[in-house]
């Protein structure tokens, strides 16, 4: 079996790795010249961990990033409202690590594993596919070219050129929602000054009793600070008004810090290390396989970023169309296991994940969601006394994984 995949991003560096361990012929095609470094997400659930185990990439991962231990919700002003602590000793505990250098890192795995192949600077422009293979047109430095395999998976982003080929430019069902966010990746400085000497420290964002996670509820000023690495690095996405130009975005944000971050730093207070204005979508794509072509992760289906369920949800499609192809190269089902695949992904996205993001994001900047969010807090406060339901909730993800193996005798031949 010969697969082609398109995007060298997380969901598809992972799934080539997977299906490289398994012997089948992985060549990733990449628009650009290199690896995204914008900030994105950082925060892998258990359901994702259980993955990257199964890649063999998670001590690499774990040797790298760190195990945020708390998550909690906060007014403006700082004051804690409810937060979830970790407890529990659970097998695959979440892990963070931005996902810049988890791509760097997938792509070294990627690159050893045998079978394997990146081709950079590779654009996608058109495909077909017949009876007995899937191909793809590309535009690359040396002119156009075709390839083809026994399948093609687009892991190629929100944009994905696979999916506007199979269903149009156009045609992405869901929303776009009218708010603005703003992703940045900041070290807050404080300055010391002394006599021949100046010294500058991590300014701490835990001095204010923030947590490793902190959601800070508002109408306008809502933001999300989440620590991200061992060297003070942080994670602070913020909204903004809606309708503004990236440039105005950016202009804007030393401004924002000032009024809304603990101790309103100025920016002589933090480094800057990056900042990605973009907008907020939910949506699915109609289905996930088209004959011998196939949809995972962004390429297939978005939602808002709070919560960590984009990220999640993509990994645990790699999950199931790993299963679902590795069964079909062993013999132990026919390609209507595919045609399984895309009705379980689009289920957890429709009864899952789009409705648990919206509910996230409703919590941290809509007034109207005030009983929700005291539900909510109240269910915090109650696995602060229930151990088992604290437990559960804290493997909550695992949802977003299925087991494909119910399903191989229906298709196998």
Same mark, same amino acid.
């Given at each position: 079996?010969?697969?082609?995949?398109?995007?060298?991003?997380?969901?598809?560096?992972?799934?080539?790795?997977?299906?490289?361990?398994?012997?089948?012929? *992985?060549?990733?095609?990449?628009?650009?010249?290199?690896?995204?470094?914008?900030?994105?997400?950082?925060?892998?659930?258990?359901?994702?961990?259980?993955?990257?185990?199964?890649?063999?990439?998670?001590?690499?991962?774990?040797?790298?990033?760190?195990?945020?231990?708390?998550? !909690?919700?906060?007014?403006?002003?700082?004051?804690?409202?409810?937060?979830?602590?970790?407890?529990?000793?659970?097998?695959?505990?979440?892990? !963070?690590?931005?996902?810049? @250098?988890?791509?760097?890192?997938?792509?070294?795995?990627?690159?050893?594993?045998?079978?394997?192949?990146?081709?950079?600077?590779?654009?996608?422009?058109?495909?077909?596919?017949?009876? =007995? %293979?899937?191909?793809?047109?590309?535009?690359?430095?040396?002119?156009?070219?075709?390839?083809?395999?026994?399948?093609?998976?687009?892991?190629?982003?929100?944009?994905?050129?696979?999916?506007?080929?199979?269903?149009?430019?156009?045609?992405?069902?869901?929303?776009?929602?009218?708010?603005?966010?703003?992703?940045?990746?900041?070290?807050?400085?404080?300055?010391?000054?002394?006599?021949?000497?100046?010294?500058?420290?991590?300014?701490?964002?835990?001095?204010?009793?923030?947590?490793?996670?902190?959601?800070?509820?508002?109408?306008?000023?809502?933001?999300?600070?989440?620590?991200?690495?061992?060297?003070?690095?942080?994670?602070?996405?913020?909204?903004?008004?809606?309708?503004?130009?990236?440039?105005?975005?950016?202009?804007?944000?030393?401004?924002?810090?000032?009024?809304?971050?603990?101790?309103?730093?100025?920016?002589?207070?933090?480094?800057?290390?990056?900042?990605?204005?973009?907008?907020?979508? @939910?949506? !699915?794509?109609?289905?996930?396989?088209?004959?011998?072509?196939?949809?995972?992760?962004?390429?297939?289906?978005?939602?808002?970023?709070?919560? =960590?369920?984009?990220?999640?949800?993509?990994?645990?499609? *790699?999950?199931?169309?790993?299963?679902?192809?590795?069964?079909?190269?062993? =013999?132990?089902?026919?390609?209507?296991?595919?045609?399984?695949?895309?009705?379980?992904?689009?289920?957890?996205?429709?009864?899952?994940?789009?409705?648990?993001?919206?509910?996230?994001?409703?919590?941290?900047?809509?007034?109207?969601?005030?009983?929700?969010?005291?539900?909510?807090?109240?269910?915090?406060?109650?696995?602060? %006394?229930?151990?088992?339901?604290?437990?559960?909730?804290?493997?909550?993800?695992?949802?977003?994984?299925?087991?494909?193996?119910?399903?191989?005798?229906?298709?196998?031949?």
């Amino acid at each position: 079996m010969q697969i082609i995949i398109v995007g060298a991003g997380p969901s598809g560096l992972l799934l080539g790795i997977l299906l490289a361990k398994k012997g089948i012929q *992985v060549q990733l095609l990449e628009a650009s010249h290199e690896l995204d470094k914008n900030p994105r997400a950082a925060h892998y659930a258990p359901s994702a961990v259980y993955e990257l185990n199964r890649a063999g990439v998670l001590e690499d991962v774990k040797r790298d990033g760190i195990h945020p231990d708390a998550v !909690c919700w906060r007014h403006p002003d700082g004051t804690f409202i409810a937060g979830i602590k970790s407890r529990f000793d659970i097998e695959f505990p979440m892990v !963070c690590l931005p996902l810049d @250098q988890l791509d760097v890192l997938l792509l070294k795995h990627f690159l050893a594993a045998p079978g394997t192949e990146v081709l950079w600077n590779h654009k996608v422009v058109s495909i077909d596919q017949d009876e =007995g %293979e899937a191909r793809v047109h590309v535009e690359t430095p040396d002119g156009k070219k075709t390839f083809g395999a026994d399948y093609v998976v687009g892991c190629d982003g929100a944009n994905s050129q696979i999916r506007r080929s199979l269903f149009g430019d156009l045609n992405y069902p869901g929303e776009t929602l009218q708010k603005q966010i703003i992703a940045t990746n900041v070290s807050v400085l404080n300055g010391v000054h002394k006599p021949e000497l100046t010294v500058k420290v991590y300014y701490d964002f835990k001095k204010f009793g923030y947590w490793d996670s902190n959601f800070i509820i508002d109408e306008s000023d809502w933001y999300m600070a989440a620590r991200i690495t061992n060297d003070g690095l942080w994670r602070v996405t913020y909204g903004d008004e809606w309708g503004l130009s990236n440039e105005e975005y950016l202009a804007r944000q030393p401004a924002r810090f000032e009024k809304i971050l603990p101790g309103n730093p100025k920016p002589g207070d933090y480094k800057l290390v990056s900042a990605s204005p973009y907008k907020l979508h @939910q949506r !699915c794509a109609d289905s996930f396989r088209v004959g011998r072509f196939l949809l995972a992760a962004d390429a297939a289906h978005l939602c808002n970023p709070f919560g =960590g369920l984009g990220l999640t949800g993509g990994i645990a499609d *790699v999950g199931s169309l790993f299963d679902a192809l590795a069964a079909l190269k062993d =013999g132990k089902t026919d390609d209507s296991i595919l045609d399984k695949y895309s009705e379980v992904r689009r289920e957890k996205w429709a009864k899952i994940i789009d409705p648990m993001s919206r509910a996230n994001f409703r919590r941290v900047c809509l007034d109207e969601a005030e009983s929700e969010r005291n539900e909510f807090w109240a269910l915090c406060k109650k696995m602060e %006394e229930d151990d088992e339901l604290a437990r559960q909730m804290a493997q909550g993800t695992n949802i977003l994984r299925e087991d494909f193996h119910e399903y191989l005798t229906a298709g196998a031949a």
